[in-house]
């Protein structure tokens, strides 16, 4: 008996992240992160093998107490099938369980909180989206974060040339 070889799998697709949302810890104050799957379509994960993913535009909402992904964009192949329509802005379910997605809709509803995906990574070979509940920010608030950053950097660069000297 044979025993199939685990070394041709391509190992950055079984641990590595697909897409990440920078745009979200730039906009936004982020409070809590949950980690759901996502319902895809066969070409959709073809797609994302191949690295043709995006979710930068993307957010989450609630409809009939289910969480759905608006807005990413999943490209689809040239060589994908033909007799499915591939549409790259599709709505795509987040599975999460029931008391989550509650507490996800409670907050959202009472506090003003947006929902908003941060990664896209693999997790065995199921793709996981990491979503956040987060405040919006203000521009100054935008500001003050770029400042602290600026000011951590400068710090940073200050006691890295005073121990060089030492």
């Known amino acids: 008996m044979s025993k199939k070889s685990g070394g041709s799998k391509d190992k950055a697709n079984s641990t590595g992240t697909i897409a990440l949302n920078k745009r979200a810890r730039h906009e936004y104050h982020i409070e809590d992160r949950f980690e759901a799957g996502v319902a895809l379509q066969g070409w959709e994960l073809k797609a994302i093998r191949a690295g043709r993913s995006n979710i930068g535009e993307s957010y989450a909402v609630v409809l009939k107490g289910e969480l759905f992904l608006i807005g990413a964009q999943i490209t689809p192949l040239t ?88």
């Open 79 to 166: 060589q994908a099938s033909t007799h499915v329509i591939a549409d790259p802005h599709r709505s795509r379910k987040l599975l999460l369980h029931k008391r989550e997605i509650d507490m996800l809709i409670g907050r959202v509803q009472r506090d003003g909180y947006t929902i908003v995906p941060t990664a896209l990574y693999w997790k065995g070979n199921k793709v996981k989206a990491e979503i956040a509940l987060a405040k919006g920010k203000q521009k100054h608030d935008k500001r003050d974060a770029e400042r602290d950053r600026d000011w951590a950097r400068d710090k940073q660069r200050a006691m890295r040339a005073h121990n060089k000297n030492a």
